[in-house]
């Protein structure tokens, strides 16, 4: 089967905006992770799904972001009233299970704040 | 904290020849798992080569091997016989299993290969 796919490859939008990134992992992979690497901070954790289990939610930075996962595959991540320090490329990643399993990664999404 | 350093920013090698990539971590767990992923200008992170920390002997794959230290919490990564499509930028990674197994990245180390 195909890879980790995500979309779109890139977005601009203007500040004040809402944006919404999506995920569509391996199949049958039932860990998903959210990921995002810029300049600044360099490559942090966002946001971590594993089965059915409430997700971590741990790594993201502000109110205005939130993710979600629908039937246990496609993830969205929405970030509401983008700022420009939002600017960075949003990888995504799956993997069977957690304990050291390997993650595979999309091409990313590259978002641009205006 | 727990962390990843790679001292080396940006690396670079003659066609054929031998590089190693140096990385140190910290963490408190006892049980965890190490890996190297590269990534190419297209973005997309490919998995390199992966290291339990329960085992003492070093991964290898094909032309890429580790030298895994635990005790001086050291993972660095040599490529052998250095190709021109092994240049990348490469990241230093762990998971630990009560973290959901979220991987941690060092800053990276932009490798060139010269011809």
């Keep these: 089967g195909a890879g980790v796919s995500q979309s779109p490859s890139n977005k601009v939008t203007e500040k004040g905006k809402d944006v919404e990134l999506r995920c569509d992992p391996i199949s049958g992979h039932t860990a998903l992770y959210w990921y995002r690497q810029s300049l600044g901070q360099g490559l942090e954790f966002l946001i971590y799904f594993q089965g059915n289990s409430a997700p971590d939610k741990s790594g993201l930075p502000s109110d205005r972001f939130s993710a979600e996962r629908t039937g246990g595959s496609v993830s969205t991540l929405t970030i509401q009233r983008t700022q420009q320090e939002d600017s960075a490329v949003y990888l995504c990643a799956s993997s069977l299970g957690s304990a050291g399993r390997v993650q595979y990664f999309g091409a990313g999404t590259r978002l641009s704040v205006l | ?115």
Excluded: H
């Design chain 2, 1 to 115: 904290a727990q962390t990843v350093t790679q001292s080396q920013p940006e690396m670079s090698v003659q066609e054929a020849e031998t590089v190693t990539l140096s990385c140190t971590y910290d963490t408190s767990e006892s049980d965890y798992y190490l890996f190297w992923y590269k990534q190419p200008p297209s973005r997309q992170m490919i998995l390199v080569i992966r290291q339990e920390a329960y085992k003492q002997q070093n991964a290898t794959e094909n032309r890429f091997s580790v030298n895994f230290q635990k005790a001086a919490k050291s993972f660095s990564l040599k490529i052998s016989d250095s190709q021109l499509g092994d240049a990348a930028m490469y990241f230093c990674t762990y998971s630990v299993e009560t973290s959901g197994s979220r991987l941690t990245f060092g800053e990276g180390t932009q490798l060139t290969v010269n011809p």
